[in-house]
């Protein structure tokens, strides 16, 4: 079938996007799905800090790609052999499609596919191979996904139901940012009743880590970014304190504040520099958490005596160590009870077309979450 899918064919072009537009909305040709995939219409699909960091050039994937991962839809037809989903299924994309059979799988770490995790390097869906094609060319897929597209072809491993009456621009935000954020800070770095947090970097990822410390009971949740606009975000949110990165002894200021450093730090911005504030803040014996995904070159240094001397834990957490099936339905429930008020981390609702423009406007930092709703 002919679809209007958003591709990128060169990274690192300049800025403003609005006006090099290194994506162009591309009618091409979307493959029936085959075996064990799911052809679904997506309704809303979200711009994310790993889409942007394929543009730029600082996640290097093989181009052309057809853009997008955090989504929402509604399934239209089903490949042979799927049993879990059938058409008119309301359903939420998950941007690692997990085998169910590898050593992290059979773990319960889906996040750790080793299979979906090669798939996704390679720009193909789980099953191999690509389903979408221009007239010259096969087209990859980003992260099994490409939800900046009216229709996407993936495996069914890429999709979670969902039988919630809530509109869809809510629904996408729980593809990526909800799991990623609340799940860093209730999975990866299972944070205490009265724990002292930090969050450092304040995109959707970190509003929803913020939130997610929130809910957990944390008594002090410390809100740090270069942004003032993001810093006013979070303490209407409910951050407790917010200090600004760009202050040359900002690490002095939270220390001072906290009395020596917080039980957990998280870092959500990808930026060795923000990385190296979370880490010196952490306390002793406290756990210092990454979301982010620096360019492959990009490296951290630390004290290599701290682990020992003062028992801090570094860890890392790719997908907020979710089980989808199990995370986005408790997570959605929250929300719904108010406890998980993530829904305000919706910024901007844009059209396809506009895509280059909300690119910008994520890249300056000047939005939360923004929403391209395709009908």
Do not use: W
Not at 90 to 97: L, T
Not at 183 to 195: D, P
């Amino acid at each position: 079938m002919k679809i209007q899918s958003a591709i990128l064919r060169s990274s690192g072009v300049q800025h403003p996007y609005a006006e090099s537009k290194p994506i162009q909305i591309e009618t091409v040709e979307l493959d029936s799905p085959q075996a064990g995939e799911v052809l679904v219409k997506i309704k809303a699909a979200s711009l994310c800090h790993s889409d942007l960091s394929v543009i730029n050039g600082s996640r290097p994937r093989p181009l052309p790609m057809a853009l997008g991962h955090e989504a929402s839809g509604v399934v239209e037809q089903v490949g042979e052999g799927v049993t879990n989903f059938s058409p008119g299924d309301k359903v939420i994309c998950v941007f690692v499609p997990s085998c169910g059979h590898c050593i992290p799988c059979s773990e319960g770490r889906p996040a750790l596919c080793e299979p979906g995790a090669e798939a996704n390097g390679a720009g193909t869906l789980l099953g191999g191979g690509v389903r979408i094609h221009s007239e010259t060319e096969d087209i990859g897929h980003h992260v099994g996904v490409s939800a900046f597209s009216e229709y996407v072809v993936v495996s069914e491993n890429s999709l979670v139901k969902v039988d919630e009456d809530l509109p869809f621009e809510k629904l996408a935000l729980f593809g990526c940012a909800v799991i990623t954020g609340v799940g860093a800070v209730v999975n990866t770095a299972n944070i205490k009743l009265g724990s002292t947090v930090a969050v450092v970097g304040l995109g959707g990822i970190g509003l929803s880590a913020l939130l997610g410390a929130i809910a957990s009971g944390a008594r002090e949740v410390i809100a740090i970014d270069i942004n003032e606009n993001k810093l006013k975000q979070a303490k209407e949110l409910g951050a407790t304190a917010v200090f600004n990165s760009r202050d040359t002894d900002v690490v002095d200021q939270v220390k001072a504040y906290t009395n020596g450093g917080v039980d957990f730090a998280f870092e959500t911005a990808g930026v060795v520099a923000a990385m190296d504030v979370a880490y010196a803040i952490t306390k002793r014996g406290g756990t210092t958490t990454t979301t982010g995904l620096p360019h492959p070159e990009h490296k951290f240094a630390f004290p290599y005596v701290s682990l020992t001397a003062e028992e801090k834990t570094l860890k890392g957490s790719y997908i907020g160590s979710c089980v989808p099936k199990r995370d986005i339905p408790r997570f959605i429930h929250m929300m719904k009870q108010g406890r998980l008020p993530v829904d305000k981390l919706l910024s901007n609702i844009i059209s396809l077309e506009e895509i280059n423009e909300g690119f910008d406007l994520l890249a300056k930092g000047d939005s939360s979450r923004i929403i391209i709703k395709m009908d």
